[in-house]
Nanobody, 118 residues
């Protein structure tokens, strides 16, 4: 079955960096749009960054210039490089896969906690 497994979360000081990884299995990775979402307690899950099958990217305004999404189709992995982290970036980060067609197919990872605090 399809699995999305995130890693790389943790505790970091403000201004620091983290790189999240999401390893996919059980799917044809290169035909899926991939994205990173985040969610804090009591809030809706929000899109942080997304990357298309051709490598085009888009970002939430709050992370533009600080975060970079990329994918390695040979490794079935999508990354989120997070720089200049702020306390408000604290959240659970989720990997998301989407394939549009006659039927919309989506998958979620289990999430990884990112905490930005001094």
């Amino acid at each position: 079955q399809v699995q999305l497994v995130e890693s790389g979360g943790g505790l970091v000081q403000p201004g620091g960096s983290l790189r999240l990884s999401c390893a996919a299995s059980g799917m044809i990775f290169n035909i899926y749009f991939m994205g990173w979402y985040r969610q804090t307690t009591g809030e809706q899950r929000e899109l942080v960054a997304a990357i298309t099958t051709s490598g085009s990217t888009n970002y939430a305004d709050s992370v533009k210039g600080r975060f970079t999404i990329s994918r390695d189709n040979a490794k079935n992995t999508v990354y989120l490089q997070m720089n200049s982290l702020k306390p408000e970036d604290t959240a659970v980060y989720y990997c998301h896969a989407k394939r549009s067609g006659l039927v919309l197919i989506t998958y979620w990872g289990q999430g990884t906690q990112v905490t930005v605090s001094s």
